[in-house]
């Protein structure tokens, strides 16, 4: 089963960034950050295929930006000008295959690390 564990988040104020990081045990050509919000369903934000082609949700397009470290089996999100709406849990996922933002392409989930954005 393959492990995954994020870390970088926090608090920060409106306007600022933060950058997450997710090591993984075993590489996967497709990788992606979710997040989450009590309540709400499950949100892809970016995916990035081995070929390093990403993908993002409208809301985040020009401030964040997913990339990956294949030598370090580590995945990153650079999140700039963060908004309050960007406040939930942020998950790191990864799969052998095709490279899509749907929740259920993927079965294997970190624990997630939380990013709280004030106004």
């Known amino acids: 089963q393959l492990q995954l564990k994020e870390s970088g988040g926090g608090s920060v104020q409106a306007g600022g960034s933060l950058k997450l990081s997710c090591t993984v045990s075993v590489y996967r050509n497709c990788m992606a950050w979710f997040r989450q919000v009590p309540g709400e369903e499950r949100e892809g934000v970016a995916t990035?295929?081995?070929?390093?082609?990403?993908t993002y949700t409208d809301s985040v397009k020009g401030r964040f930006t997913i990339s990956r470290d294949d030598g370090k089996l580590t995945l990153y999100l650079q999140m700039n000008n963060l908004k309050p709406e960007d406040t939930a849990m942020y998950y790191c996922?990864?799969?052998?295959?095709?490279?899509?933002?749907?929740?259920?392409?993927?079965?294997?989930w970190g624990l997630g690390t939380q990013v709280t954005v004030s106004s």
């Open positions: 996922t990864a799969r052998a295959g095709v490279c899509r933002s749907e929740e259920s392409d993927f079965r294997d």
């Open positions: 990035i295929n081995y070929e390093s082609i990403t």
